[in-house]
């Protein structure tokens, strides 16, 4: 109707209607309800860090809107709820006698800078749209609390308890003055607020005023549409601000906090534009989805209410209907008992919607109707009734008693083998306690009671077993599949085997230590059993299949294995002290520092920041007690006497340990929490990253340096990185992967001399392949023209390669090296000489390549020192700090019984060049594009593969630490790990997206100042940026795997996606259909996709409890 009157006088389209006023305003109060009953449910959880924060919600939410609406009025012209219904705030040009017609202000240009809000203007409409609903809700708020009460009663209330007292204090006469007001004031402000709203509704509506509101009249601001002015400039303040290049004078470095927050900042803010109101739409949904069903529970019919017949289950007898039952007791004898059907089997308990089993209710309400006991720990149910806390969480579990003796057909509710009803205060003329089967559906899970809106009866139930073991089929599947992994340790034991035969000396070496540790004799359930070292292969660029083991899998081991005389002293300290921590987490032993009541302020603030005070595992009262002592709230903590003036209460040793963990475990006592498995999984692979991260440096190094000379010298570094990675380094890589083996099982044969000959062996035989690859690099000019179009490219390439010879025998030899110390445990090593080498390979490719000005050349040649220099410190760190006891000297007997290393190591260089391959040949690929692409595709592939440097050690952290509880049987824990690694992929692949994104512009200049470089990786950096969080996933999922022993899952998928979905569909896009790199991309971003869904489907579906009985099975077969 606004409308009509323009008809005569023309339209306004920049006139929004009431109707879009109307619905800004119901959206901007959906905000502060939304968000605070998100807060609130979070609460919930995290109560010690959100409740402050929920009891100051209004003043938290004014600070937070006056940040955005603020940034929102100063570049889109409008508040945050306006400017996502496509409107903004104009300033009304008043002057004598009126206002200025916009007809006479000119264009539309002219118009909008002539009614832009000024900065005045801004601070106006803050207090209108923060300032003002902030007063309201803190008076309605004030109103519901102080007064709404009193106006409800009117004279029966007694107003003497709020009266002001002689010689009141200031605030207490202004909470006086405050509440006078909210009772006689207040109601009629509010009136005349909402009369004002609509007096100004109806004048807008009938066109008869320009300001729906009496506010926005007051400070002179009407709401207008954006227009195409509007939209123009709103763009132009909303491009990202050009950050000038890390010189003196020119703004400063590209990663200082301001040049950040130009950026950054902006970003984030207008990003909730379209994140919030679509939250809220989501949520509103969700609140509709699972509304109450009160109105379809009153409606219900009367057969409804019927009782069902008791559920027929596997292992149950089905029961007689009533009459039969009745008639049969009656002919029964009154001694005989009902039969018991026992099984071998304990239920199991599974969330289903069956019938639910019910008791009838205690006459006196001080007693359980559970147990029919006192209550202890009062618990109260919907329906009102209370219980004891450990029967009541028990019952819903369904795993009490009872409930488990009224599957099992016995007379649950009698503990006499006479049949006589034990139960305390319960007497017989007061009826059988025998429960009976109802229909759960809203229903109590004891009494049976209906709850209208309540659970739909979602409850847990017994299921009795089947009868054939669970985890059969996957124990034959996992056979099945890792047979080929079998035959690689029968084939590294024969190799022992042979040496030991030949071994010269025959004296006896007794690892006083180990023995004396504990640790030598195989516990059931121990984590010893199933300890696993992390992974320390390097996978390049990308690791895209299976990644193998330092140590191999304990599970299809020989039985000369059981001692687990390969781990080292350390090692297994390590493991006991983890047994410790997860005992002491689960209240099942004492803290390891006693806490005494007079640790000053200090003491405290430390210990509430430290990582001591993460929440521990939330365990029932029952839980808290000793292992094997039955669960009652009574029982003292711990299950044996213990000083608790001693850490650990003087109950750490050794045997006690053990037999608390096998009681434990046996018990399904052992669990976890989120905060300590990330705990854990933080500290494993900080050090991974460091690592992978420092190696990594060596080969992008060179590229960092060479790509600021030009985009062919970039370009051709990268070419010859890639060849020499397929040609060289992948073959050293992959062949030495054989020592993962050889040496760790050398080393638990009790001659721990023998790791220094298998040393030798590979030494001897990566020199050997050190020919045939001196000879590819030194003619590595001739065949890269044949293959590069480009032929600069291929000659400065060819001489990268030719003056990399000098380096490979030192490379090969670390490699080799470094399977040396691992296998003895030492995994320290690598990184102190990464540590040192890193810096050192940055500084020697800057020295040589610009200081000397030696141009190109000089990167090869500092690589080549780099890698000589690694072999040397190494042998430096042995001789002088660890690891120099397993080396026997040298042996002739190593230029023999080469073939059992030679059938290990093909299967590793296979996986090792698959994995190098899948992103390298995208180098090769882009060189047919043009110089321009190849250097770009440099760029692009050192980025992604510095970001890979993150999450691939993550997975190997996880993937140990799986395994471990894998193999140690304890299934939840495992599952609670997998979740933290899957999280902390997100994260961290949220992480790298964010980084690239925002970072784009800015991260090439670091390596090349070419334009055309820098705008081509711009451009398909957010490409790059958006298969992050897939190629975190899909590098975790494949370290849940090989934790779970599935390893080849990854292989295959990783296999399929790339080289069947991904590389076709490069190829494809790329030159088919001229997408250049941008198709080139595509296929690695469908690929790392596929893997992750595809893998991550196949852990959600995993039965951990059948991994952990297949482990118990292998366990058990030595």
């Avoid at 832009?116 to 601070?123: A, C, P, V």
């Amino acid at each position: 109707m606004e409308f009509l009157p323009a008809l005569q006088n023309g339209v306004d389209d920049l006139k929004p209607s009431l109707f879009e006023l109307l619905s800004e305003q119901q959206l901007a109060s959906l905000l502060p309800p939304s968000l605070r009953y998100l807060l609130a449910i979070s609460t919930h959880r995290y109560p010690r860090y959100l409740l402050p924060v929920l009891n100051s919600f209004d003043e938290a939410y004014a600070l937070v809107m006056l940040l955005v609406e603020r940034h929102f009025l100063r570049t889109y012209g409008g508040s945050f709820t306006e400017n996502f219904y496509g409107m903004k705030r104009a300033r009304v040009l008043r002057v004598k006698g009126g206002e200025i017609p916009r007809a006479q202000l000119g264009a539309s240009d002219t118009v909008r800078e002539a009614v832009k809000l000024g900065e005045g203007d801004i601070w106006k409409n803050l207090a209108v749209l923060v300032g003002l609903p902030w007063l309201k809700r803190k008076f309605d708020e004030g109103y519901d609390v102080h007064a709404a009460h009193a106006n409800l009663l009117g004279p029966g209330y007694n107003r003497d308890r709020d009266g002001l007292r002689a010689g009141a204090s200031i605030k207490e006469r202004l909470m006086f003055y405050y509440k006078w007001f909210l009772r006689n004031i207040y109601p009629s402000v509010n009136a005349a607020y909402y009369f004002s709203l609509i007096v100004f509704n109806m004048a807008y509506l009938f066109d008869g005023s320009k300001y729906h509101s009496p506010f926005l009249w007051m400070i002179g601001t009407r709401i207008r549409r954006l227009g195409a002015a509007d939209h123009a400039a709103i763009e132009i303040a909303t491009a990202p601000r050009k950050v000038g290049p890390a010189r003196p004078g020119e703004g400063g470095s590209i990663f200082s906090p301001r040049n950040l927050a130009r950026s950054v900042q902006p970003r984030l803010l207008s990003s909730l534009k379209i994140l919030l109101p679509t939250s809220i739409f989501a949520l509103k949904f969700l609140e509709w989805w699972h509304a109450s069903d009160f109105a379809r529970q009153l409606s219900r019919k009367a057969a409804e209410n019927i009782d069902l017949p008791p559920p027929v289950l596997p292992s149950l007898p089905p029961a007689p209907r009533r009459k039969e039952v009745e008639s049969d007791e009656k002919q029964r004898p009154s001694t005989a008992s009902s039969e018991k059907h026992q099984h071998v089997n304990p239920p199991i308990s599974s969330t289903t919607l069956l019938p639910i089993l019910t008791v009838p209710t205690p006459p006196s309400s001080t007693l359980c109707p559970i147990c029919v006991t006192p209550i202890t720990t009062p618990t109260a149910s919907p329906t009102g009734f209370v219980y004891c806390y450990t029967c009541i969480h028990r019952w819903v579990q369904g795993d009490h008693e009872r409930q488990i003796a009224f599957m099992e057909g016995a007379a649950g509710f009698k503990k006499g083998d006479d049949g006589d009803d034990e139960d305390e205060g319960w007497s017989k003329e007061e009826g059988s306690r025998e429960g009976r089967w109802e229909s759960g559906k809203g229903r109590d899970a004891v009494t049976g009671r209906r709850i209208l809106g309540g659970t739909e009866g979602l409850r847990r139930v017994v299921v009795p077993p089947a009868d054939h073991h669970p985890a059969t089929d996957f124990v034959n599947d996992v056979t099945s599949q890792m047979e080929g992994f079998t035959q690689s340790q029968d084939i590294a034991e024969e190799c022992i085997a042979r040496d030991l035969e030949e071994d010269e000396s025959e004296e006896e070496q007794d690892d006083e230590s180990d023995s004396s540790s504990g640790s030598s004799t195989v516990r059931q359930f121990s984590m010893i059993n199933s300890y696993r070292r992390p992974s320390y292969v390097n996978p390049g660029a990308r690791g895209t299949a299976i990644t193998s083991s330092s140590v191999p899998e304990r599970n299809y081991l020989s039985s000369s294995w059981k001692k687990h005389s390969h781990l080292s002293k350390k090692e297994r300290e390590t493991v006991r002290e983890e047994e410790r921590s997860l005992l002491r987490d689960n209240n099942l032993l004492p803290p390891k520092h006693p806490r005494s009541g007079s640790a000053g302020p200090a003491g405290r603030v430390a210990s509430k920041m430290s990582f001591s005070a993460l929440r521990k595992v939330k365990s029932t009262p029952d839980e808290e007690t000793a292992i094997g002592t039955p669960a009652d709230e009574r029982t003292a903590l711990l299950g044996e006497e213990g000083d608790r003036d001693q850490p650990y209460g003087g109950l750490d040793t050794p045997k006690t340990i053990n037999k608390k963990w096998r009681e434990a475990v046996a018990a399904g006592k052992i669990n976890t929490s989120w905060q300590r498995e990330a705990k854990v999984l933080t500290r494993s692979s900080a050090p991974l990253i460091l690592t992978f991260l420092l190696q990594y440096s060596l080969p992008v190094a060179s590229i960092f340096t060479v790509g600021h000379i030009g985009k062919i010298e970039l370009g051709a570094v990268s070419l010859a990185s890639m060849t020499a990675s397929i040609t060289g380094y992948a073959v050293y890589q992959g062949l030495a992967t054989s020592l993962d083996t050889l040496c760790a099982q050398a080393y638990g044969s009790g001659r721990p001399h023998l790791v220094g000959l298998q040393l030798q062996r590979m030494l001897y035989f990566l020199l050997l392949i050190t020919i045939p690859i001196s000879i590819i690099w030194a003619f590595g000019t001739q065949i890269l023209s044949l293959i590069v179009p480009e032929q600069e490219t291929a000659r400065l390439a060819g001489l990268y390669l030719k003056v990399l010879i000098a380096g490979a025998p030192g490379y090969a030899a670390f490699e080799s090296g470094k399977r040396y110390v691992q296998a003895q445990g030492i995994f320290s090593a690598t990184m102190y000489i990464l540590l040192f080498c890193a810096p050192l390979n940055a500084f020697l490719n800057w020295y040589m390549v610009w200081h000397l000005g030696w141009g190109f050349i000089g990167a090869p040649i500092a690589v080549s020192i780099t890698e000589n220099i690694l072999p040397v410190l190494l042998f430096l760190y042995v001789r002088f700090i660890d690891g120099y006891q397993c080396w026997g000297g040298f042996d002739r007997r190593a230029l023999k019984n080469w073939m059992p290393m030679i059938k290990l190591a093909l299967p590793g260089l296979i996986m090792v060049l698959a994995e190098f391959l899948a992103f390298e040949i995208l180098t090769l690929s882009s060189s047919w594009l043009g110089p321009t692409e190849l250097a770009a595709q440099s760029v692009l592939g050192s980025i992604t593969g510095i970001t890979f440097q993150i999450p691939f050690p993550m997975s190997v952290a996880a993937s140990t630490r799986i395994a471990n509880l894998i193999g140690a049987t304890l299934a939840v824990p495992a599952k609670m790990a997998s979740k933290v690694a899957i999280v902390a992929s997100v994260i961290v692949g949220i992480f790298n997206l964010l980084l690239l994104s925002l970072l784009r512009e800015q991260i090439p200049r670091l390596f090349t100042p070419d334009p055309d470089v820098i705008r081509m990786v711009s451009a398909l950096l957010p490409l790059c940026a958006t298969f992050q969080v897939f190629d975190a996933l899909a590098a975790n999922c494949n370290g849940i795997l090989r934790g779970l022993g599935r390893q080849e899952i990854g292989g295959y998928v990783a296999l399929f996606s790339y080289y069947i979905v991904g590389i076709p569909i490069s190829f494809g896009t790329g030159f088919g259909a001229g997408w250049g790199l941008w198709g080139l991309w595509s296929g690695p971003a469908i690929a790392l996709g596929i893997v992750a869904a595809i893998e991550g489907v196949f852990i959600y579906r995993t039965s951990w409890e059948k991994a952990v009985e297949a482990a118990k099975l292998r366990n058990a077969a030595g």
